[in-house]
Every structure is written in structure tokens, then in C-alpha cells.
């Protein structure tokens, strides 16, 4: 393998010809709407595979957790308890129906949050938790149901969880998909995500008793699912709503992904555990950076991320520069939420040492190159090796250095 002489991209879509193929067989029809015979066969593939009660796609991930905000009723004054590592839309769609957003810090070997700290943080108030499976490797769903199990049991108080498994789809805890935990779960298939049609997402529904709400509150509340089925000669306006129903072009071009989902996460998990192995001694030996630990349910995982996190800001720094320098592209990830302008703008009282896993990810997390075209593995992790000075114990025998 030669060695790159332009910049690589940091990440790119997966393609395979068939998406053409049935996005143009959409174009010819004309049946381009929502609701078409694409989303339907999208939601009854991940219905029967993944065996989540019911699916509804929806233009992203951000609209489908929006989604969920009307249909729990949010209200101002309720709370949500959201990890304070993980991207706005999480947080955004529950302010945006005027709950109080309450943070919790991460994990110290992990960024996703800390359901340790979750029953020091629930109140009356509390009507909703959100999970934020980082890099699609699972929060502890175990812990976090029976908390919520609790509440309602001993206090009769509902505690909604909504996984926001924008990151996961195809990944698993204990057997399960993620998705399927919580009373709702929300994906998505963005176009840095693992399967993608640019935009798009999946609101999954687990509690049933909430799918014919949610299907007026996706068609601008109305009833016109019950009028496409002939159940109503007219549709009108009977709750609130907005327009969460993507086009059936979407759907055209998501759909062969999904068989296409094991040969993904197999190439992706390859590219994964070559970082891991070939970067091990930097961390454990050299002590030079934190790799993610291995757990079982990163095994689980659909490996959407591989990260490092760096040692301090300066080497941090200095290594984004030296890869940017040898045409690699390598990113941060996300302004913790507590940090954030509009936190601080908004809310009263920050106390902002109550977050240092959260202050670790922010400042010393970085993603390192990870998608089905990507063939620069080994020049990355021998980039990073160059980078300290430091001799690997092993070869790079594909490498062809110029
Ligand atoms: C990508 C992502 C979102 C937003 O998904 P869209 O489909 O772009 O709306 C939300 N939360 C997390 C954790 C994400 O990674």
C-alpha cells in the first residue's frame, strides 16, 4: 500500500450500486412522497431483524427524538437527564418543549454516562432520561431500566428512557439490540453514521401503547394514517404535530444498506482492532495515550468510533498537526454541554467541576479515521508511532514508504 499524497477524508458514506438502482426506480414511478413502499419495507426489515416493536423513519435522528418530546408530553418545568458529553440534539429536543436539561458526567474508562451518579440526580420532576450510546457501545441499559423500574414501583412516578442510539444501530447489550431497552430508542443514519442516506432516522417505539400517537404526531398531527387505511373518509387536524415522514427516496437509498449490515460492522470492526492492537503498547507500555478498553460491549458494538484521548491539550494539539501534515484528517468530538454557550447563557448556578470524565473527553478525545473505504490503518497507526519517536516491536509489512 502506497502511502497518501492528498488529504484523506476523515469519513465518507458507504455506497453500493444498488442504492442507485432502487433510488431511480422511485425517480421513474414518481411515488416519491413519504410513507412510500421503501420506508415501509426499511421499518418492517429492522421491525423483524432487530424484532423492535414498531419503526417509523423519520428525516433524522434529531426529528425522531423531537418526536418523542410531544408524544411524552414534555412541559415546562419537567426534567431530563441528559449526559453532558454528547451532542445538542439531545439535549435540544427536550428544551425545546421547555424541560430543564439535567447533566451527568461520564464514565471515568468511558464516555458514556455515569448511571451511578443518576439516582442523586433524579427528582419529582424527573420525566425522562436519555442514554447517549457513544460510538455505539451500549450504556449500562440493565441498571438504568431497574432505576426506572423503581420509581414507578415504589414512587408510581413514570420515568420515560429514551436511548439516543443515533450512533448504534446494530449494536447489542447482553443479546439485545440497542434501540429496544428504553420505552423509545432514536437512530440515526446521518452521513457519518454506519449505514447513511445523508440524512435520516429511525424513531423506535418499544412501549406500544404509544405508536398511534406517534404516527398522527409524524403526519403534522393528523389522522391521516387512519385515512390512507380507509378507516376515516377524511383526514383533518386532531393533535399537535409537525412533518417527521422523510421521502421514500430516503428510504431507496437506506434500504440495501441493511443487508449490507453484517459485511459492514465486519470491516469496520477489522479496522478497529487493528488500532487497538497496534496502538496497545503506546498506552499500556509507553503510557503515552488512553486507549478505549476492550469490553465486552465494545465486542457488541457496530465499532463506530475508534478514539485515542491524549495525555494534555498540548499533545493533543500537536498530533492533529502532525497527522493533518501527512494527509491525515483526524477530529475532536464534542463541546461537552456544560461548557457550552447556551448552557451558560441559560442556566443559573453552574458548578462546572462536577464534570471531569466529561472536561477529559472534551479536551483530550480524539477520533482517528474509521469507515468501509478507509485503507489507511496501518500509515495512521505508523504515523502515531513516528509521532512520539518511539521504535513498534512489529512490522508494517503492507506499507510501501516513499
Ligand atoms: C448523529 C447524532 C445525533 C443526530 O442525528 P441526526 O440524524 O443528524 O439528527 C444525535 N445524537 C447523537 C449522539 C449523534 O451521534
Known amino acids: 500500500m502506497n502511502v497518501p499524497s492528498e488529504m484523506i477524508s476523515f469519513n465518507k458514506s458507504y455506497y453500493h450500486s444498488k442504492m442507485v438502482e432502487l433510488i431511480s426506480n422511485i425517480l421513474v414511478t414518481g411515488n416519491t412522497g413519504g410513507n412510500g413502499i421503501y420506508t415501509k419495507q426499511c421499518?418492517?426489515?429492522m421491525e423483524e431483524?432487530?424484532?423492535?416493536?414498531?419503526?417509523?423513519?423519520?428525516?433524522?435522528?434529531?426529528?425522531?427524538?423531537?418526536?418523542?418530546?410531544?408524544?411524552?408530553?414534555?412541559?415546562?418545568?419537567?426534567?431530563?437527564?441528559?449526559?453532558?458529553y454528547t451532542f445538542v440534539s439531545t439535549a435540544n429536543a427536550f428544551v425545546m418543549r421547555g424541560a430543564k436539561i439535567i447533566l451527568v458526567d461520564s464514565l471515568p474508562d468511558h464516555p458514556n454516562m455515569d448511571h451511578t451518579l443518576l439516582?442523586?440526580?433524579?427528582?419529582?420532576?424527573?420525566?425522562?432520561?436519555?442514554?447517549?450510546?457513544?460510538?455505539?457501545?451500549?450504556?449500562?441499559?440493565i441498571s438504568i431500566m431497574e432505576l426506572v423500574k423503581f420509581y414507578q414501583n415504589?414512587?408510581?412516578?413514570?420515568?420515560?428512557?429514551?436511548?439516543?442510539?443515533?450512533?448504534?444501530?446494530?449494536?447489542?447489550?447482553?443479546?439485545?439490540?440497542?434501540?429496544?431497552?428504553?420505552?423509545?430508542?432514536?437512530?440515526s443514519f446521518h452521513a457519518t453514521k454506519n449505514i447513511s442516506s445523508g440524512e435520516g432516522g429511525a424513531?423506535?417505539?418499544?412501549?406500544?401503547?404509544?405508536?398511534?400517537?406517534?404516527?398522527?404526531?409524524?403526519?403534522?398531527?393528523?389522522?391521516r394514517v387512519d385515512f390512507l387505511c380507509g378507516r376515516v373518509s377524511k383526514y383533518n387536524w386532531i393533535d399537535i404535530g409537525s412533518s417527521y415522514l422523510p421521502s421514500d427516496i430516503t428510504a431507496a437509498c437506506l434500504l440495501p444498506q441493511f443487508e449490507k449490515l453484517?459485511?459492514?460492522?465486519?470491516?469496520?470492526?477489522?479496522?478497529?482492532?487493528?488500532?487497538?492492537?497496534?496502538?496497545?503498547?503506546?498506552?499500556?507500555?509507553?503510557?503515552?495515550?488512553?486507549?478505549?478498553?476492550?469490553?465486552?460491549?465494545?465486542i457488541d458494538s457496530n465499532y463506530h468510533i475508534f478514539y485515542i484521548v491524549c495525555k494534555n491539550v498540548g499533545q493533543r494539539d500537536d498530533l492533529i498537526e502532525y497527522l493533518k501534515s501527512h494527509y491525515i484528517q483526524v477530529n475532536r468530538h464534542y463541546v461537552s454541554l456544560h461548557l457550552s454557550d447556551y448552557y451558560n447563557d441559560n442556566y443559573d448556578n453552574i458548578n462546572k467541576s462536577?464534570?471531569?470524565?466529561?472536561?477529559?473527553y472534551n479536551d483530550l478525545l480524539i477520533r482517528l479515521?474509521?469507515?468501509?473505504?478507509?485503507?489507511?490503518v496501518d500509515w495512521v497507526i505508523y504515523l502515531i508511532y513516528k509521532f512520539f519517536d518511539i521504535q513498534p516491536d512489529f512490522h508494517f509489512p503492507n506499507l510501501v514508504l516513499n
Open 43 to 45: 421499518q418492517s426489515f
Open 49 to 84: 431483524y432487530y424484532k423492535f416493536s414498531k419503526v417509523l423513519l423519520t428525516p433524522n435522528c434529531t426529528q425522531a427524538l423531537e418526536l418523542v418530546s410531544i408524544l411524552i408530553d414534555i412541559k415546562p418545568g419537567d426534567e431530563v437527564i441528559v449526559p453532558s
Open 119 to 141: 439516582s442523586s440526580l433524579i427528582t419529582s420532576k424527573t420525566k425522562a432520561i436519555v442514554p447517549v450510546h457513544y460510538a455505539g457501545v451500549a450504556c449500562d441499559m
Open 154 to 187: 415504589e414512587k408510581h412516578q413514570t420515568i420515560y428512557v429514551i436511548e439516543d442510539a443515533a450512533q448504534a444501530i446494530d449494536s447489542y447489550y447482553s443479546g439485545r439490540p440497542l434501540g429496544s431497552w428504553g420505552h423509545f430508542g432514536c437512530i
Open 203 to 223: 424513531l423506535v417505539i418499544n412501549d406500544i401503547s404509544f405508536i398511534k400517537r406517534a404516527e398522527i404526531i409524524r403526519e403534522k398531527g393528523t389522522n
Open 262 to 298: 453484517a459485511e459492514i460492522k465486519s470491516v469496520r470492526k477489522e479496522q478497529w482492532d487493528r488500532y487497538y492492537s497496534g496502538l496497545l503498547s503506546l498506552s499500556i507500555k509507553n503510557k503515552l495515550i488512553e486507549l478505549p478498553s476492550n469490553t465486552q460491549n465494545v
Open 354 to 360: 462536577q464534570y471531569p470524565n466529561a472536561d477529559k
Open 369 to 376: 479515521p474509521l469507515y468501509y473505504d478507509f485503507i489507511y
